[in-house]
């Protein structure tokens, strides 16, 4: 599969932006949809994921400010970003973890596929 996250920009403190990911398939076959985001100098880090059936789970960091969602079907992958802050600011990845993962913990997935990042910039 290929995916394309899109949606990313420049927003000031305690705005919104959601961000899409489009897959060049639908979703059925893949477990667990992630969202990632890495600042330059630092590890790329998980920070939502959903799985097929709509279990979600969210790093410390953006637990009730974030939301993942995806619409297999459309091949659609989305992250709804609420309230964000100036340490939100990085490359944003999604990427898909095929049904290997399926019985492991969301953030214990092994992600195989990985689009592109769209860059959040938070700031005042």
């Known amino acids: 599969v290929q995916l394309q996250a899109s949606g990313g920009g420049f927003v000031q403190p305690g705005g919104s932006l959601r961000l899409s990911c489009a897959a060049s398939?639908?979703?059925?076959?893949?477990?667990?949809m992630g969202w990632h985001r890495q600042v330059p100098g630092q590890e790329r880090e998980l920070v939502a994921a959903?799985?097929?059936?709509?279990?979600?789970k969210y790093d410390d960091s953006v637990k009730g400010r974030f939301t993942v969602s995806r619409d297999d079907n459309k091949g659609l992958v989305y992250l709804q970003m609420n309230d964000l802050k100036p340490e939100d600011t990085a490359v944003y990845f999604c990427?898909?973890?095929?049904?290997?993962?399926?019985?492991?913990?969301?953030?214990?997935?092994?992600?195989?596929?990985w689009g592109q990042g769209t860059l959040v910039t938070v700031s005042s």
């Open positions: 990427a898909a973890a095929d049904s290997t993962s399926a019985y492991v913990p969301l953030f214990r997935a092994h992600f195989d596929y």
């Open positions: 398939e639908q979703l059925f076959d893949y477990a667990v």
């Open positions: 959903v799985s097929r059936a709509g279990v979600t």
